[in-house]
């Protein structure tokens, strides 16, 4: 029983993450294909479809598969950022892929100036953000 309450009450910081309501933001940092397609079915039954996304990926991860992935969510916007660190992809080549995938999609220098871009569409048009794709770019966010 103390191991159950322990469980209940635990918290991941960064894991389907609810970090403003108003706009409504949610930070996950499903940071390989097996967690984005796992992010993606519980946001599905969670939150709907078509959020702004805020998603930033490591180079070195399977970034495309995880582009395709994310876009089963048909986002209404995805805005592509590079967070801090060499292994980051950069937002310039991920925003070309949301956009071959057929998403509205474009590139902000820093994760800050893309969730503030994000929380601005999401709240005119009334929408949900995901911030994904790598702990790091949820980190940033984070710590602000």
């Known amino acids: 029983k ?10 991941w910081p960064g894991r389907m993450q609810v970090f403003s309501r108003k706009p409504l933001v ?6 390989n294909l097996a967690g984005v397609q796992a992010l993606v079915k519980s946001f599905q039954k ?3 479809a078509k959020p702004v996304l805020v998603v930033g990926i490591m180079k070195d991860k399977d ?4 582009a395709r992935t ?10 592509a950022a590079r967070p801090a660190g060499e292994r980051s992809l ?3 080549i991920l925003s070309a892929e949301f956009s071959r995938l057929g998403a509205n999609a474009f590139a902000e220098k820093s994760v800050k100036g893309a969730l503030k871009i994000a ?5 005119a048009k009334k929408k949900t953000v995901l911030v994904c794709g ?3 770019t949820v980190g940033e966010v984070l710590q602000g």
Request: aromatic letters at 6%; glycine letters at 6%; hydrophobic letters at 55%.
């Open 2 to 11: 103390a191991i159950a309450k322990g469980l209940a009450k635990a918290k």
């Open 26 to 31: 949610v930070l996950d940092g499903a940071h």
């Open 46 to 48: 969670i939150f709907g």
């Open 63 to 66: 970034w495309r598969a995880m």
């Open 70 to 79: 994310l876009c089963m969510l048909k986002p209404s916007l995805v805005i």
């Open 90 to 92: 950069d937002a310039e």
């Open 119 to 123: 929380m601005e569409k999401a709240l």
């Open 134 to 136: 790598s702990l790091y």
